[in-house]
């Protein structure tokens, strides 16, 4: 195996991107960038590049080799939505719900609050989050989708969601100005982001899971 080869794998392809609408697919191999190989340098092109032509490969034989198919990607404007996907399992009588969400993005929050909300119709009470191309995103979004998975019970309470800790110098100034580190489920939020506010109450969406599979 040739270790220095620098190759590129598709995970996923958003509906209606420049890589689906070129027919990338997941597990797709990228080995070339516009005719020539990956570099250690080069690979930036394919996050920045207003147009590119990539070349795709296949591991053969212990070795990574080009296939000789050519796709051209044009970058343009879009909202990557990263609700990808929601399912809803019946297993044996017991509702399972399924959400695969790629970015905590303020954007996703509504949809959040819808997928949580239909959840709940349908009387999920175990849920499979899956995160595996998630790369975070905002404290915030994180909150309010904790706030309709967490026990409903600790919600009303308004129990500790999170708690920071800093290094020492910063956590003495904090205690010296009684800064309170912690963040607390809450229901109700309203945040600007963007230009656009963002207002909603999740207290009607909290599904009451049991369980939670991530």
Known sequence: VNYNTICAYVLYTYPGSPAEEAGLKRGDMILEINGKAITSESYRELFYSNSIEIGLGTF????????GKTVTMNAKAMYEDPIIATKVFDCGGKKVGYLAYTSFTFESCLGLYDVCKEFKKQGVTELILDLRYNGGGYVFTEEVLASMLAPEAEVKAKSVFET???NDEYMAYY????VDLNTYFRTEYKQTHGGKMYSFNTSDANIGITKIYA
């Open 164 to 166: 920071e800790i800093w």
């Open 175 to 178: 205690k010296q100005n009684n």
């Open 60 to 67: 053969k034989g212990g070795a990574f080799v080009s296939t």
